[in-house]
C-alpha cells in the first residue's frame, strides 16, 4: 500500500486546493507518479476528499481524524467516515491540529482495525520516539517553526532528520519515516533521502506554485535518484 | 433561502448516516418537503455534503464550520470549502462541538460575507440572549442535557423554550429560532412551535429511526397544523 | 467593591510577577490607592494569590477560573478555591486564556452566586454586546492584535473603545466598561476615560517597567483627571 | 528526591481539600510518613500550594503545569511559578488535564531543566510506553474508565499494572512506577506492589475518607509489608 519513496502533499485548506483545483492538483500527482518510479499520495481538505478518491488511482490520505467511534458526535470526522469514502489512511497529530498522547493512540488503533494507513506527525526526536512506540505505518517528523517557511528541514536541521531516522528504525524499523518542513526543492528532497528519511510531507511548495506538476517532477526525479544510490 | 416551520435534521457523524445511508436520509426528507408545505434541511457528516448537495434540492447544512480563512490549516473546516461544496450554511457551536465566543463571532461574521446561512446552538436563556447579540440567521437552543435522551425540550422544559422566543424576538425579530434536544414525535414538534419556536433541530430521533420517513411525515404534519394554528 | 476610575494590573505569569516580585509591585498599587482616589486592583499568578491577598488591602483578582464546581478535576481553578483565598473576583475569558460560550455563561453565574466580581474581556464590538447579555459585573475591551505592542487601543481604535461603551451602556447601564490593549501612559489612560471608559487593563508596561510605582502614580494622575472632567 | 513505595496524594479540588482542610489532609500525610518508611507526597489545589509547602516537610506535587516559559500567558501556570512555590515537581498529563504530545514533551524537559520531578500520568500499556520514551521521573498509569469507581486498578486490570511495569523497566529503569484508579484499602496498595508496581497515585478514597488518617496509615503499613516481600 505504500510505494518507497513516497511523496505525501498535504493540500491544507488552501484557496488553491479547493474544488476543481484540488481535483487537478492531485491529477498532476497522479500523472508524475506514471512517470517515475516513486510513491505520491495526496491529502485533500475533508470535504474534497470524496471526488478526488473517486478522480485518481493514487492514495489520498485525510488530514485529520478524531478518535471517537460513529455517535452524537456533530462535525466529528471519525473513522469509519474515511473508510467510506474510499482514502487510504489518515495523517494523524499534524502540527495544526495536535492531539493529545491518550486520542493518538486510540486514533492509531481505530486506523489500524479498519485496515487504514496511519501517517502520525511529529515535532522533536523526542515525540518521534515516543510516537514510534504507538506503531504508526508512517512518521512524518515537522519542526513547526520552518513550515510554511521555505528552509527545508533537510537542510538547515539534519541531525533531526537522522535522530528520527535512527529511533525510528531502532525502536521499530517497520515503521516508515518522512520529514517534512520547508521542503521546496528536488534537492531538498533528495537531501531528506541522504539522510536516511523515506520520503517527505510537503504542502505550500507544491499547492501554491506557479507550475506544480514542474515542481513535482523535479522532486520524483530526484527522489529516485537519491533512493537508488543510497 | 430559509422556509418556515422548519425542521433540521442533524445526521452527527451516526454508522445510519454514511455513505448511500446518508442519501436515503436525504432523499426521504426531500420527499417529505415535497409533500408538505414546511422547511425541511439535513446536515450529514463532512464528508458526505458534496454527495448530498448533488443528491437532493433542499437546503443542506454543514455540522460544523472553523474561524480561520483558507490557509495552513490542516484538518480545518472553512467556510470557503463550504461555499464551494454548495452548502446553503452551517451549524455553529453545537453542544457537541463548542467554540470559544470570539471564535463564533468571527464564523457567524464569515458566514454572512459569503452569503451563508448560519445556524447557532445555544444552551440556556443567558447564551441564546448572547448569540442574538450576534445576529446569526437561526439558533437553536438545546439543553445538552436532553440531547439524545428521547424526552423532549418542548415538553420537560417548555419555560426555556418560551423564554429564548422571548429574548431573540424582543433583541433582534428577524432571527430565527428553533428548539432541539429530545424532539422525538410529532407531538414533540407541534409543542415546540406552539411555544413560540419557528421549527426543531433533531438527530437521532430521526437517524436511528426504524421507519424515518413515516416519522418525517408525522412530524411535517405535526408542524404544518401547530404552524396554522399559531 | 468597585472603585472608579478602575485600573486593573494584570500580571500575567511574567518572570517580573513572581515571588516577592509580585508582592513588591502589589504595595506600590496600593501606594498609589492610598495616593489617589482612584481604585486599583491587581491580578497575580495564581501561586501567588493567597499572598497577595494576605499582603494587600486593595481588589485582588484571579485572571482564570473553570466552569466547574468543586470535584474531580485535577488542575482546576474553580470559584469556590478563589473564594477561599479571598480575592474580590475573576478575570473570565481573556484573551490568552479564551473559554466557549457555555463555560463564559456558568463561570459569571458561579461568580455571582459567590458573590465574586466579574471582569470579562471581549476582543470586538459585536463580542461585547454579547457579553453584556450575560451580566458580569465589568467588561473589558481588547482587540487582541494590540495586547502587548505599546500601540494604546484608546488612540489606536478609538471607534472601538467609544463602540463598546455605547453597546454596553446601552443594553446593561450596570456593567462597568474597561478597555485595554496597549495602554501604556498617563495619556493613554486619558484618552480612554475621555472616550468613555470607566477604566483600563494593563499588563506589561506596568509589570515590565522599569520604575512600576512612578508609571502607576502619573496613570493614576491622569485617570483622575480625565474623570473628573467627564 | 524520591522515596519508595511512594504513595502520592492527589487532592483534585475537592471541597474537602480546600483552605484549612487541605493543610490537615497534609499534616496527616506528614504524620503517617514519620511512622512508615514509606514516601508519601501530596497534589494540593494551585491556589494553595504555597500554603502547604510551608506547611508540611514532605513532597508537594503541582497538579498541573503549562508547557510554555514565564511571558503572556494570563491564567497560565508554568514551571518558574512552581519553582519559585517550593514543589518538588508536577503531576503531568492527568486524565482529568490531557496535554497535547508535544507539549508533554516540552514540560518534562522544562520541569527537569529546573530539577523538578515529573509525574507522567498515563491511561493505556501503549501510552506508557509512549510516555517512557520522554523519559519522566514517574509514571502513574490510571485506566480513566476506573477513577474514582472503588474498583481498584490492582485487582480489576492487574493485567495492565503489570504490562505497564514491564515496558518501563524494559525501556527505562531509572522510571519510577506507579498505578492508579480506584486504589481504597491498603489490600489495594499491596496488590499494585506486587504486581510490580513501585507506589500509588489516590485521591477520593484518601480526601473524601471519613477518618483519612487511619486510612493512610494502613495504606502506609500495607505497602511496606507488600515492599518488603517484593
Known amino acids: 500500500m505504500i510505494k518507497l519513496p513516497l511523496i505525501v502533499l498535504n493540500f491544507k485548506v488552501y484557496s488553491e486546493a479547493i474544488g476543481e483545483k484540488a481535483v487537478k492538483l492531485a491529477k498532476y500527482a497522479e500523472e508524475v507518479s506514471r512517470e517515475y518510479d516513486v510513491g505520491l ?12 478518491v ?3 488511482n493514487i492514495p489520498v490520505f485525510s488530514q485529520h481524524v478524531d478518535p471517537h467511534p460513529c455517535g452524537s458526535w456533530t462535525g466529528g470526522i471519525v473513522v469509519e467516515m474515511l473508510k467510506e469514502v474510499g482514502v487510504v489512511g489518515s495523517i494523524v497529530n499534524h502540527s495544526e491540529k495536535r492531539m493529545i498522547l491518550a486520542d493518538i493512540a486510540i486514533v492509531l488503533k481505530r486506523l489500524k482495525d479498519n485496515n487504514l494507513v496511519s501517517l502520525l506527525c511529529t515535532d522533536t ?14 512518521i512524518a517528523i515537522e519542526p513547526p517553526e520552518l513550515i510554511g517557511t521555505g528552509i527545508p528541514v533537510s537542510k538547515a536541521r539534519p541531525e533531526i532528520v537522522q535522530g528520527a531516522v535512527e529511533v525510528v528504525k531502532k525502536n521499530n524499523p517497520s515503521i516508515h519515516i518522512l520529514c517534512g ?8 528532497v533528495a537531501k531528506a533521502i541522504e539522510l536516511g ?9 507544491y499547492v501554491k506554485a506557479r507550475d506544480p506538476k514542474t515542481i513535482l517532477l523535479s522532486m520524483a ?8 544510490n543510497r
Open 181 to 188: 518542513a520547508g521542503i521546496s526543492t528536488g534537492e531538498d
Open 41 to 52: 499520495a495526496v491529502a485533500p481538505p475533508t470535504t474534497e476528499l470524496k471526488t478526488i
Open 125 to 138: 526526536i523526542e515525540t518521534t520516539k515516543a510516537g514510534a512506540a504507538l506503531s504508526p505505518d508512517i
Open 221 to 228: 526525479d530526484a527522489a529516485l535518484k537519491a533512493w537508488e
Open 197 to 205: 528519511a523515506e520520503g517527505v510531507l510537503l504542502a505550500s511548495a
Open 54 to 56: 473517486e478522480s485518481v
